[in-house]
């Protein structure tokens, strides 16, 4: 095997299929990227055996073949290779190593045999749809931060993506919760998406289609089964196991009777609780809401460490309401909404508090009140 690439093409390709290798794992090869030529150029894949992903790139292909390499070691030498360098991947047949040369540089790197390394099985899947990034985006990034880190409740390390049936017709939905607070989001069903099972999508793949997502134009193409998911783009593919477990009946904990409404500014609200909890301990990080007429108190008294409090002008015109929350939960949901305004309906001092984007019901969070 002989390859030329550029440079930049290879940290990208390389650093992509990095990310997916575990640094810690007791199987040597699953340390090592394998290295693919192809017809139109080399593909670089990765994997833990429950993701695997797929990069291909351009490149000037003399000799094809196949080899595995460490894929930390050759991810450190592309970075510090020089910008715009043409790096030549030689594979010798006598010593079973790979020649990594650009300029005047010269790598020999240990490799292992391409049949050792585990390529994921195929799957049958039961749909299978397109989907442009922003969609997608804005279904992941807004639920992924209240994904449980609770390695016992399993069936909550990811986010549920499903088909939901509303009053506007069915809907892409994806759902994540730990809990203590929950996001649910809501897309326009793309075509073909109808048939699509209910999956949990593990964190560290909603991690990695990150990536895939950052640019605005690409269409992901969606396969989903009972036991997989892959996300598609020309050049890269995301293939990944579901979390094998139930995702809880979340509409139990939507509060659907909270009548006492609070609008307030996203930005000065995240920014004041985010003052106040200065003050918090680590432990509970617990902030009270105080509201009156037109006006929210945000306050802290933390006998360790001193008191805060903050004031903003808002619009509420119910009865009086003091309410405490982990002062993380509120920062985190107010700093998902894009909207100016975010709307709190309360119910409660002991009861969960449902917040929403303005007037915009695709968005709905929930979080659970705290003693103060």
Excluded: W
Excluded at 57 to 70: D, F, L, M, N, Q
């Amino acid at each position: 095997m002989k390859f030329s690439i550029e440079r930049a093409i290879l940290v990208k390709a390389v650093s992509q299929a990095q990310s997916v290798v575990e640094r810690r794992n007791t199987i040597p090869i699953l340390a090592n990227v394998l290295i693919e030529t192809t017809d139109s150029g080399v593909s670089f894949r990765a994997t833990d055996l429950d993701t695997e992903v797929v990069d291909r790139a351009p490149a000037h292909v003399e000799r094809p073949g196949a080899t595995t390499v460490s894929a930390g070691m050759l991810n450190d030498i592309a970075r510090k290779l020089p910008d715009g360098a043409l790096v030549t991947l030689t594979l010798e047949p006598e010593t079973g190593r790979l020649t990594v040369q650009a300029g005047r540089s010269n790598f020999s790197l240990a490799t292992l045999p391409r049949e050792d390394f585990p390529v994921m099985s195929s799957s049958e899947y039961s749909a299978n749809f397109k989907a442009p990034a922003p969609l997608l985006r804005r279904l992941f990034d807004k639920s992924k931060f209240a994904i449980s880190n609770e390695e016992t409740r399993y069936y909550l390390n990811g986010v549920y993506m499903h088909v939901a049936q509303t009053d506007n017709g069915p809907t892409l939905r994806c759902v994540a919760t730990d809990g203590h607070r929950l996001a649910r989001i809501d897309a326009p069903l793309p075509e073909g998406a109808a048939g699509l099972p209910g999956v949990i999508v593990p964190r560290k793949t909603v991690n990695e289609l990150r990536k895939l997502l950052d640019d605005d134009e690409t269409e992901i193409a969606v396969s989903v089964s009972e036991t997989k998911v892959r996300f598609a783009t020309p050049t890269l593919t995301l293939t990944s196991k579901v979390i094998d477990g139930t995702f809880p009946d979340y509409t139990r904990v939507i509060p659907s009777n909270n009548t006492r409404k609070l609008e307030v500014d996203a930005g000065d609200f995240a920014k004041a609780v985010d003052r106040v909890a200065t003050v918090s301990s680590e432990r509970s990080r617990a902030v009270k809401l105080a509201l009156d007429e037109d006006r929210l108190i945000l306050s802290v008294n933390a006998p360790d460490s001193g008191a805060a409090d903050d004031e903003l002008s808002v619009a509420y015109a119910d009865e009086p309401l003091e309410i405490g929350f982990n002062a993380k939960y509120l920062h985190e949901i107010a700093s998902q909404i894009e909207r100016e305004n975010a709307v709190f309906l309360f119910n409660g001092s002991g009861d969960a508090a449902l917040i929403r984007e303005g007037g915009d019901e695709s968005a709905v969070y929930v979080v659970m009140p705290m003693r103060v």
